[in-house]
C-alpha cells in the first residue's frame, strides 16, 4: 500500500474553530473498483463519541482520499491510526477473497471419508 | 435454499460461521486470550481480531465446500452489537466488505438474539423462557409479540464478568477461558462460605458479591479459614441459586414449561443440574448446548441472517453501522408469530 500523507498543524491558519489540526490521506489502491469498496465500507463507520475528529472521504481515480480534522492532535493521531487499521483490513478482505478457490485436497478427503 | 455467512467478533472470540437452511456448514473462530492475571482490553482484542480474520473467513468457505462464494452464499449477518467497539468494528469492516464485493445482502444482528435463535435451532426447543448469560450479559427472556422481552437482568455486571474477575484474583489461566477454570476448582471445593444474596424481584445485583469476595474472601485464604476451591464452589452456588430463582419466577408469570440456557456461562456444568433440578420440580423441560453453540460463535450469527433472509429484509449498506449499547428488546422480531 501507498500513501502519501500531509499533515497540517497551524493554528493561526485555521478557517474554523473546527479545524485545528488536519491530515489529507491519498492512498493507492491500485484500482477504482476497489477503492470505491474501500471507501463505502470505512465511511459507514462513526468517530467514537469522545473524539473531535471528523472524517470526509472521496475516491479520485484508483486513490481514497480521506481529510481528517480535529481540535485535538491525539485524536486525529487516533482517528488516522484506525483508518489505516480499517483500510488494510479492507483490502486485505479483497485481496485474499479474490484468491479464493476450494482447494480439491479438501474434496478429496471428503469423498474418502464417504467411502 | 438460503445459504448465510455470519461473523461474530463482539468480545475477545472472533468466528465466521455458514449456515444453509437450518444446517451448520461449518464455524471456525479464534479466542484472544489476554496475558495472565489480566482482562481482555479492545485495542489489543481488536488487533487479534484484524490478526486472524480473514483467514477464518477463508477457513469457513474450505470447510463448508464452498466453490463459488458469490453465487451460493445469499447474505452476510456480522454482529452489530452489543459489544466491545474496537472488535466490533473489526467484523463490521469485514462484513460490509464481503457484501460488496459478493453483491449481497448485508444483515447486521444482535448478538443476544443470535444466542437465542442458534439455542432454539439446535435444541429444537419451542417458546421457552431464556437464561442469557455471558462475561457481557445476563437477562431472563421471553418472546411475546415480536419482541425478545427482557422480564429481569442484572442491575451491574454480568455473571460471567464477576467470575471471571474473581478467577483473575485466584490467580486462575485464561485459557480457554476463567470461568471454566473456576467451574473446575470448585468441584474440589468443600465447604460453604455464605455469601450475599441479591435477588432484587426478577433482577439480581453481583457487584457487592464481587466485593466481598474481592476483601473478606480473600482474608479468609489468606487466614487459612477456606481454600480457593471453597470460594469458587460458594460463589458458583449462590450466584446460580439467584439465576435460578428469577428463572424459575420468569417460567411462573409466563406459564411456561420450557427454558433455555444459552451464552458462555450456559456451558456450565453445575448451573445446568441446578436448572434442571427446578424444571423437574416444575415439570418443566430444561433445554442446553454445548460449547460449540453457547460461547460467542459466527454460525449463530448467520441463523439470524437466516431468519431476516426468509423474512425478506432490506437494510442499507450506509446503515449498517456498529453500536456497544444494543438492548435484545430493540429488535423487531419479524421472523415470528
Not at chain 1, 500531509?6 to 491500485?30: F, R, V
Not at chain 1, 480534522?69 to 479483497?94: E, G, H, P
Not at chain 2, 433455555?260 to 424444571?279: C, E, K
Request: glycine share 6%; aromatic share 6%.
Amino acid at each position: 500500500m501507498e500513501e502519501l500523507m500531509k499533515l497540517n498543524e497551524s493554528t493561526l491558519e485555521s478557517t474554523t474553530a473546527c479545524e485545528n489540526h488536519k491530515a489529507i490521506l491519498y492512498i493507492d489502491l491500485e484500482n477504482e473498483k476497489k477503492a470505491q469498496i474501500i471507501c463505502r465500507t470505512l465511511a459507514v463507520d462513526k468517530e467514537p463519541s469522545r473524539s473531535t475528529a471528523k472524517r470526509t472521504y472521496n475516491v479520485q481515480g484508483h486513490h481514497l482520499v480521506v481529510e481528517v480534522v480535529s481540535l485535538d492532535a491525539k485524536y486525529l493521531q487516533k482517528s488516522v491510526d484506525n483508518l489505516f487499521d480499517m483500510c488494510y483490513l479492507a483490502r486485505q478482505t479483497i485481496d485474499e477473497v479474490t484468491r479464493y478457490h476450494l482447494q480439491v485436497s479438501n474434496s478429496f478427503i471428503d469423498a474418502l471419508d464417504r467411502s | 435454499m438460503v445459504c448465510i455467512l455470519g461473523i461474530e467478533s463482539s468480545a475477545n472470540k472472533v468466528g465466521v460461521g455458514i449456515i444453509r437452511d437450518g444446517e451448520v456448514l461449518s464455524n471456525p473462530r479464534a479466542t484472544y486470550h489476554a496475558p495472565f492475571g489480566q482482562g481482555f482490553r479492545p485495542p489489543e482484542t481488536a488487533a487479534h481480531h484484524r490478526q486472524n480474520i480473514v483467514r477464518i473467513v477463508i477457513d469457513a468457505l474450505q470447510q463448508a465446500n464452498i466453490k463459488d462464494p458469490q453465487n451460493e452464499i445469499d447474505g452476510i449477518a456480522y454482529t452489530k452489537g452489543p459489544g466491545m467497539g474496537a472488535p466490533l468494528q473489526v467484523g463490521a469492516t469485514v462484513a460490509r466488505t464481503l457484501s460488496q464485493l459478493w453483491s449481497v445482502p448485508l444483515y447486521p444482528v444482535n448478538h443476544c438474539i443470535g444466542h437465542i435463535e442458534m439455542g432454539r435451532l439446535i435444541t429444537k426447543a419451542e417458546n421457552p423462557v431464556v437464561l442469557y448469560v455471558s462475561g457481557g450479559n445476563t437477562q431472563v427472556i421471553s418472546y411475546s409479540n415480536q419482541r425478545y422481552r427482557i422480564f429481569g437482568e442484572t442491575l451491574d455486571i454480568a455473571v460471567g464478568n464477576c467470575l471471571d474477575r474473581f478467577a483473575r484474583l485466584v490467580e486462575l489461566p485464561n485459557d480457554p477461558f476463567p470461568a471454566y477454570n473456576l467451574e473446575q476448582l470448585a468441584l474440589e471445593g468443600k465447604k460453604l462460605i455464605a455469601l450475599p444474596y441479591t435477588v432484587k424481584g426478577m433482577d439480581l445485583s453481583l457487584s457487592g458479591m464481587l466485593s466481598y469476595v474481592e476483601r473478606k474472601g480473600l482474608q479468609m485464604i489468606r487466614a487459612g479459614e477456606c481454600t480457593a476451591a471453597d470460594l469458587c464452589f460458594s460463589l458458583q452456588e449462590t450466584i446460580f441459586a439467584m439465576l435460578v430463582e428469577i428463572t424459575e419466577r420468569a417460567m411462573a408469570h409466563c406459564g411456561s414449561n420450557e427454558v433455555l440456557v444459552v451464552g458462555g456461562v450456559g456451558s456450565n456444568r453445575r448451573l445446568q443440574t441446578m436448572m434442571s433440578i427446578m424444571a423437574e420440580q416444575r415439570g418443566a423441560k430444561l433445554f442446553a448446548t454445548d460449547e460449540r453453540f453457547c460461547i460467542d460463535n459466527g454460525a449463530m450469527i448467520a441463523q439470524v441472517g437466516w431468519h431476516m433472509a426468509n423474512a425478506k429484509m432490506i437494510i442499507a449498506l450506509e446503515e449498517c453501522s456498529t453500536t456497544q449499547r444494543f438492548r435484545t428488546d430493540q429488535v423487531d422480531v419479524v421472523w415470528r408469530n
